[in-house]
């Protein structure tokens, strides 16, 4: 993982919700600001005691500069820099609006109309893309060297990649067009609907618009056609940087097998776009021993494993065995085949991953992901020299 730490290094966490990708995005900025590189780290909707450990206390639009006294605090070295911004999807939204270089007044049209409120808070992928927008205009201005990226709570990781295309396609898509061509009559509007095509769109917006805010959405897809070239190319271009060699996608995952078949599938997706997997993070997984032993190559049966096998040997005999003890044991038994049955798991999942793919694993701690210093040293797992000897 150290090596996907540089300069100019982009890395985009993704995975199904509840995963650990803010704890794990958090993370991974300690382990690059320690590694030297200023950092930035755009985190989404994070969990009151992570905002707090990183000092946030408002979403905004620009990255703020942890003290230095904090992060040497929690044991990095005394010169690192890191930054974090937590996405405000609105304010991104408006500001990409208000830098558009169409007329003032359209730009002021677009911004009090209500279907845009609506799309901009509601719409799959808004909020994606406004976190991409984020990125790209971080990666725009080259003021840090390694920028980390969080994906929103409620987003499907296909979602994130494919946010720029679909709403280049929304833009495009010709029932739009055809349906909200200026000038629109709400007299015409009834009519439009018969056509079957124009239903289906129809019935598309009205899913986060509400057939009473058609006659919004019609004026503002003729209001936003004025600039309709304008934000494509500026779609394309954060696609772009998707797709640039300097983007590393890092899949978060936990170690159940549904979960483990689902990042298989995305590995495939990824590998269908075009885009770049750096790294697998297998995540809350087990104990800090098993993680240990596990990342030190030693797949089927660590020591303190084996201790617990050799716990029932020892003590079921009387007068040692009263019922409690032989409740403990079996408990402590039924871990171990549950464990064991993961690891060996996992070091199928780590057989099939392509060479290039690091892979990390980091424990179940629930005390520590909630501070700095706890991150500090899930930051220490993540990067730690092992991974492919699985
Ligand atoms: N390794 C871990 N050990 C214990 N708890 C964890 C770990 N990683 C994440 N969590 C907890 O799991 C919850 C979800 O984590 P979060 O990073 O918000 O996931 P996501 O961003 O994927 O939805 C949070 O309460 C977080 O503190
Ligand atoms: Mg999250």
């Known amino acids: 993982m150290k090596e996907l730490l540089n300069k100019q290094s982009v890395l985009i966490l993704l995975g199904t919700g509840g995963v650990g990708k803010t704890t794990v995005a958090a993370a991974l900025g300690l382990a690059a600001a320690d590694a030297g590189l200023d950092t930035a780290l ?33 044991g990095l070295t005394p010169a690192a820099q890191l930054s974090a911004v937590m996405l405000d999807v609105r304010a991104m939204w408006d500001d990409l609006v208000e830098h558009l270089n169409g007329a003032r007044a359209v730009r002021q049209r677009i911004l009090a109309n209500s279907f845009y409120r609506r799309f901009t808070e509601q719409f799959p992928g808004a909020e994606t893309y406004a976190a991409l927008e984020q990125l790209y205009r971080l990666h725009q201005d080259r003021l840090f060297d390694t920028l980390i990226v969080d994906t929103p709570p409620a987003a499907h990781a296909l979602e994130f990649l494919d946010a720029p295309e679909r709403l280049t396609r929304l833009l495009r898509t010709r029932g739009v067009h055809w349906l909200f061509k200026p000038p629109m009559a709400a007299a015409g509007l009834a009519a439009r609907f018969a056509g079957r095509a ?12 509400g057939l009473a805010a058609l006659s919004q959405a019609a004026d503002f897809f003729s209001t936003a056609a004025q600039m309709i070239g304008e934000l494509e190319e500026r779609f394309d271009r954060v696609n772009r940087l998707l797709h640039a060699p300097c983007t590393k996608f890092i899949l978060v995952t936990t ?49 303190h494993l084996r201790e617990i096998a050799s716990l029932r040997e020892l003590i079921f005999e009387p007068p040692l065995l009263t019922a409690g003890m032989r409740a403990l044991v079996e408990y402590l038994d039924d871990y171990r085949e549950q464990v064991q049955e993961r690891m060996a798991e996992i070091a199928r999942f780590a057989r099939d991953l392509p060479s290039e793919v690091n892979l990390a694993l980091a424990p179940e701690s629930p005390s520590k992901v909630n501070n700095l210093r706890g991150l500090f040293d899930m930051a220490g797992r993540l990067t730690a020299k092992h991974g492919r000897r699985l």
């Open 198 to 209: 124009a239903r289906l769109v129809a019935e598309q917006l009205e899913r986060f618009a």
């Open 255 to 303: 170690a159940e097998p549904q979960r483990l078949a689902h990042a298989r599938r995305l590995i495939e997706e990824l590998k269908a776009r075009r885009l770049r997997l750096g790294a697998i993070v297998i995540n809350r997984f087990a104990d800090e021993r098993t993680c240990s032993a596990l990342a030190e190559g030693c797949t089927q049966n660590p020591l």
């Open 42 to 74: 755009i985190t989404i909707d994070p969990s009151r005691r992570l905002r707090d450990a990183l000092g946030l206390r408002k979403p905004g639009l620009r990255p703020n500069k942890l003290s230095r006294a904090r992060l040497a605090a929690a």
